[in-house]
């Protein structure tokens, strides 16, 4: 399995951040993996996943576990007997799915609201898992120009599909810590009132 399959498809957040402490973020193949993971967890698990996601009063979309099940529910429980049981983030069979939500006190007696929550958990262990991985991108910038400036490109280029807040953060933070005169530009070239208010924020930080 390849660097970038491993932080992609074992897209645990323990996994991801015990394999990120493996990898240098000067190394060109390193942030290149990262990238290709972040880009793989995006469209496979958080993109697929808007319909199921919250949308709060100022327009942001997230995931809510509680709004789904409709109980605050324990983070401890699903930390510890929940989350460990499916690293890979693939879905169970609904047989299995459904016993590992009764081991955590979770009670859905519909197929459809059990993968709802599924849903719902997967995108926002992706989402933990991205925040973790842009961090890392955002420790140092590519030593070459070319390079760092393709690697933006494809970052920016997420911004295309519907987003979580937490996810649109990370990606105008990490543009916004590479290069400023990038920020600058997507600020100049943004329609999206939401994306031009954070890279405000952290142009400000920043300049």
Request: hydrophobic share 45%.
């Amino acid at each position: 399995m390849s660097l970038e399959d491993d932080l992609a498809l074992q897209g645990a957040v323990e996994h991801v951040r015990a394999r990120l402490t493996q990898l240098d973020a000067t190394n060109p193949a390193h942030r290149a993996s990262v990238l290709h993971a972040i880009t793989v967890l995006v469209k496979t698990y958080i993109v697929p996943s808007m319909d199921v996601a919250q949308i709060a009063e100022n327009g942001e979309a997230y995931f809510s576990l509680n709004d789904v099940v409709g109980h605050r529910i324990s983070g401890l429980a699903l930390g510890a007997l929940f989350d460990p049981r499916f690293p890979d983030l693939q879905k169970p069979s609904d047989d299995v799915l459904n016993h590992a939500l009764q081991q955590i006190d979770i009670d859905l007696s519909d197929r459809v609201h059990r993968d709802t929550f599924f849903r719902c958990w997967a995108a926002h262990m992706a989402v933990a898992s991205c925040e973790l991985l842009f961090g890392f991108l955002r420790e140092k910038p590519q030593p070459s120009h070319e390079v760092a400036d393709a690697e933006i490109s494809e970052i920016e280029d997420l911004l295309s599909n519907p987003l979580p807040q937490e996810i649109r953060y990370e990606i105008v933070n990490t543009i916004s810590a590479l290069s400023i005169d990038r920020a600058r530009s997507l600020r100049e070239r943004t329609r999206d009132v939401r994306i031009a208010n954070t890279l405000d924020q952290f142009l400000r930080i920043r300049s």
